[in-house]
């Protein structure tokens, strides 16, 4: 069967069960860095993309024999299920195609090789609507790697974004809340308390961000959200940071560093923020940037080293698990980012190995039944500044896929009662 039919009948397949499912599939450990790049940004973060405008998905292969792979890219609703449109009404082109452009890592004692997919490119020339998209990527044995969401957004009306103090007083020193003012201007919508749907997304974070909001009212052309706790936010606190790229002394948050096979970067020993008074400390609200010094091309001469964390925290026997997460694993929660506790040093530990450069991170806690709390070991403060992306879907009547047609963001730095 050749790769071509054999992607044609999955898409028939996943079309017919609806592919409901919200979660992406994370590589497994010999993939490594996963980035979005666009023309305004060359962190790792949430990739929200302006119609027309190029991006670059990024990933490293840990591994020395170069493997294919190959990309698929699909269209999809507010929701997360397959929009109705067919490929050659949201695609310029074809895709189905081998990542060709990878170099391969330079004077590093980790080998690699650095894979980079442009879009546009000759194969794929474009997109053509906005809204929510999935690339997934394959091996040459037909086999899901790893997938992301993306989002592209044309600017149809205004979308005001302002970070408040909740108007509850019961988590008042805890909770941020989102105002939300969306102007239509020359857009005639129909029934707008229907058709728009706003997604409201806290530092890039896609796992914890509030989904389908209504409008509370309107004036003239403003659709006008000012919910008490509807649209509210544990405000939890700064990010924790350090960063590696010296891998011959120690950094901002390295205690010491040691050399074995490859380079072992052992972080201070952090403990549990949630009891201490609220400080304010600068960071890049849970992305992360590849950089490293003496270096003229960072893809492929930043090295890898093994990151050592550590956490004083008491042991938990209720069946609660540890994480540390930010945007660098996509907040994945997994055994690959798992702290496990260490009788002997009373510490929880875990080792995950990331490519030289300024990471932000936080220990979150997980328990028995599922459930996420980010503020558990960090605490939550309303002072904490947190970014705020909101943005807004509309279905127009008759039409077959939900547009994302408005974009807006704000930061709590600027937060008002």
Known sequence: MTKNIYFFLLAILISIQGFSQTEEINPPEYIKTVTFKSRTSSQGQLPIIRLGEAFNLEFDVLTTDEPDFYYTIEHYNYDWTQSNLVKMEYMDGFDNYRIVNYENSFNAYQLYSHYDLQIPNEQTRGLKKSGNYIITIYNEDEEVVFTRKFMIYKEQLGVGVSVKRLRDVKY?????????????GSLNLNNPKEN????????NNLNTAITNVKPQYTIGKELIYKYTNETAFWASNEYRFFETKDVRGANVGVQFIDLKDIYESYLYVS??????????????????????LDTENVNIEADYTNVHFALQYPELTDGSTIYVYGNFNNYALNNQNKLTFDNTEKLYKSTIKLKQGFYNYKYVVVDAKGKLNEGKISGNFWQTENNYKVLVYYRDLGARFDELIGFGEASSVDISN
Request: proline residues 7%; glycine residues 4%; positive net charge.
């Open 172 to 184: 008042i020193e805890s909770k941020q809340s989102i105002d939300i003012v969306i102007n239509s």
């Open 196 to 203: 728009i749907k706003t997604l409201i997304i806290q530092n």
């Open 271 to 292: 403990g549990p923020r949630d009891k201490r008074p609220y400080t304010y400390n600068p960071d890049i609200n849970g992305n992360f940037l590849i950089t490293a």
